[in-house]
């Protein structure tokens, strides 16, 4: 069974961190691109940020660059993403996401997980 299931999130004032983690199992997750997408209330999915199978690439909305770090250590089967700075805007629930080039179709996701950056 494929299972990817987020944690980490929480309510966080404004300029504070919070560290999302995504547990994969039930496929060969060193294989697959991995992706951060949320969705804020009301509104439809965005990406956030992805990286290689292999941690060697790394790319982000421009939105949070500078403020996000996506990694991944494969063997823990764990994608991260490290929010620093957070703004309100960044009030989401995120999704981890895992996909292969050769099939863009086929695509496994997560339950996702609350942030909640608010004063």
């Known amino acids: 069974e494929v299972q990817l299931v987020e944690s980490g999130g929480g309510l966080v004032q404004p300029g504070g961190s919070l560290r999302l983690s995504c547990a994969a199992s039930?496929?060969?997750?060193?294989?697959?691109?991995m992706t951060w997408v949320r969705q804020a209330p009301g509104k439809g999915f965005e990406w956030v940020s992805s990286i290689s199978s292999s941690g060697g690439s790394t790319s982000y909305v421009d939105s949070v660059k500078g403020r996000f770090t996506i990694s991944r250590d494969n063997a823990k089967n764990t994608v991260y993403l490290q929010m620093n700075s957070l703004k309100p805007e960044d009030t989401a629930v995120y999704y981890c996401?895992?996909?292969?080039?050769?099939?863009?179709?086929?695509?496994?996701w997560g339950q996702g997980t609350q942030v909640t950056v608010s004063s």
């Open positions: 996401n895992a996909g292969l080039r050769a099939t863009p179709s086929i695509s496994y």
């Open positions: 039930g496929f060969t997750f060193s294989s697959y691109t």
